[in-house]
């Protein structure tokens, strides 16, 4: 006898007393890569053998996808988030490669130590298929969950709690978006979510806007990174509002990290002679002509906007000042 049940959006004829376990075994699907969540109730891997499936379930499967060693000078002892320590300070996405090898070698010649990464439902249709997983590993390199493409608190608090389940990731990236053409962030929507997620545990790192107001409350709700917008998500436009995250960076004592609007490397150095921590860039690596190339000037730019920070730039003059001194002048 089966019974009918609903797998990732499709119905699915299942043996009548199936558990989650015999699902996802049926599934040819490696425990430790996936999660599950059963009407909208995720189900712990310890429990799967226990939860019995039946008829009109609907049931989510779920795994990381593309989405969002080396780094630092010497001279830079590299930064800490949530009682992590990094030594590079660039971060990227996963997203827009051509294919995962591409996107793993992007990384490496990136030297980044941290990936954002979707969640994103497994595709059952051919579960033998190549995953991030396969080409970048989880225990060389940081992955960080994020809510790309969440529209409300709701929707990115289920995706963030089916990453926990999956790879029991709890340092995220908490992204809740107001509208689909501009992708800023909904501010109170987001504000909202970090509340949450902070009381369940997780260590939140915050996509947001460039407001130092709106900053510190994130930082006073409890998120261990703030993370401005230099300029709209993918739109490569450098960083508008120096001031704004000149501010941001003075006021605050969590680590600040510029993420979106970064197009080239020039961007990312201005981003760390501002002071931030860190910057996070996807599209204008994965959309450069060779983004292998472009990772590296990247890291290049992170590393030399940094030391130019720690140096200390020169105070600017409104006229010229000769290098060459006069006395002795012939």
Same mark, same amino acid.
């Given at each position: !006898?089966?019974?009918t049940?609903?797998v990732?959006g499709?119905?699915?004829? *299942?043996p @009548?007393?199936s558990t989650v376990?015999?699902?996802?075994?049926?599934?040819?699907?490696?425990?430790?890569?996936?999660a %599950?969540?059963?009407?909208?109730?995720?189900?712990?891997?310890?429990?799967?053998?226990?939860?019995t499936?039946e008829a009109?379930?609907? *049931?989510?499967?779920?795994?990381f996808?593309g989405?969002?060693?080396?780094?630092a #000078?010497?001279?830079?002892?590299?930064?800490?988030?949530?009682?992590?320590r990094?030594r590079?300070?660039?971060i990227?996405?996963?997203?827009?490669?051509?294919?995962y090898?591409?996107?793993?070698a992007?990384?490496?010649?990136? /030297?980044?130590?941290?990936?954002?990464?979707a969640v994103?439902?497994?595709?059952?249709?051919? #579960?033998?298929?190549?995953?991030?997983?396969?080409f970048?590993?989880p225990?060389?390199v940081?992955?960080?969950?994020?809510t790309a493409?969440c529209?409300?608190?709701e929707e990115?608090?289920?995706?963030?709690?089916?990453?926990?389940?999956?790879?029991g990731?709890?340092?995220?990236?908490?992204?809740?978006l107001?509208?689909?053409k501009?992708?800023? #962030?909904?501010v109170?929507?987001t504000?909202?979510a970090?509340?949450?997620l902070v009381?369940e545990?997780?260590?939140? !790192?915050?996509?947001?806007?460039?407001? #130092?107001?709106v900053a510190?409350?994130?930082e006073e709700a /409890? @998120? +261990?990174a %703030?993370m401005?917008? /230099?300029?709209?998500?993918?739109?490569?436009?450098?960083?508008q509002?120096?001031v704004?995250i000149r501010?941001? *960076?003075?006021q605050?004592? *969590?680590?600040?990290?510029?993420?979106?609007?970064?197009?080239?490397?020039?961007?990312a150095?201005?981003?760390m002679e501002?002071? +931030?921590d860190?910057v996070l860039m996807?599209?204008?690596?994965?959309?450069?002509?060779?983004p %292998?190339? !472009?990772a590296r000037?990247m890291k290049?730019?992170?590393?030399?906007?940094?030391?130019?920070?720690?140096a200390g730039? !020169?105070?600017?003059r409104r006229?010229?000042?000769p290098?060459?001194?006069?006395?002795g002048?012939?």
């Amino acid at each position: !006898m089966e019974i009918t049940i609903e797998v990732n959006g499709a119905p699915r004829r *299942v043996p @009548a007393g199936s558990t989650v376990a015999a699902l996802v075994d049926l599934l040819a699907l490696a425990p430790g890569r996936v999660a %599950v969540e059963r009407n909208l109730e995720i189900v712990p891997q310890s429990r799967w053998a226990d939860v019995t499936l039946e008829a009109g379930d609907r *049931v989510e499967i779920v795994h990381f996808v593309g989405g969002g060693a080396g780094g630092a #000078p010497a001279a830079d002892e590299g930064w800490e988030v949530a009682g992590r320590r990094f030594r590079s300070r660039l971060i990227v996405g996963t997203g827009k490669y051509r294919d995962y090898a591409l996107n793993a070698a992007a990384v490496e010649a990136s /030297g980044a130590e941290i990936v954002t990464v979707a969640v994103r439902r497994v595709n059952l249709s051919d #579960p033998a298929q190549p995953r991030l997983t396969d080409f970048i590993d989880p225990a060389r390199v940081t992955y960080l969950p994020n809510t790309a493409g969440c529209f409300t608190a709701e929707e990115a608090l289920r995706t963030l709690r089916l990453a926990r389940e999956a790879g029991g990731w709890t340092l995220v990236k908490l992204e809740v978006l107001a509208d689909p053409k501009t992708l800023f #962030p909904d501010v109170i929507e987001t504000l909202r979510a970090t509340e949450v997620l902070v009381k369940e545990g997780f260590d939140v !790192m915050v996509y947001t806007s460039d407001d #130092p107001v709106v900053a510190r409350r994130l930082e006073e709700a /409890g @998120a +261990c990174a %703030v993370m401005p917008l /230099g300029a709209p998500i993918g739109s490569g436009l450098g960083i508008q509002n120096r001031v704004n995250i000149r501010l941001i *960076v003075e006021q605050a004592k *969590v680590p600040v990290l510029v993420d979106a609007g970064v197009g080239t490397a020039s961007d990312a150095a201005i981003a760390m002679e501002l002071g +931030c921590d860190g910057v996070l860039m996807n599209t204008a690596i994965a959309e450069a002509k060779d983004p %292998v190339r !472009m990772a590296r000037a990247m890291k290049a730019a992170v590393e030399a906007g940094r030391d130019a920070y720690l140096a200390g730039r !020169m105070q600017p003059r409104r006229y010229a000042d000769p290098s060459s001194p006069l006395a002795g002048l012939i």
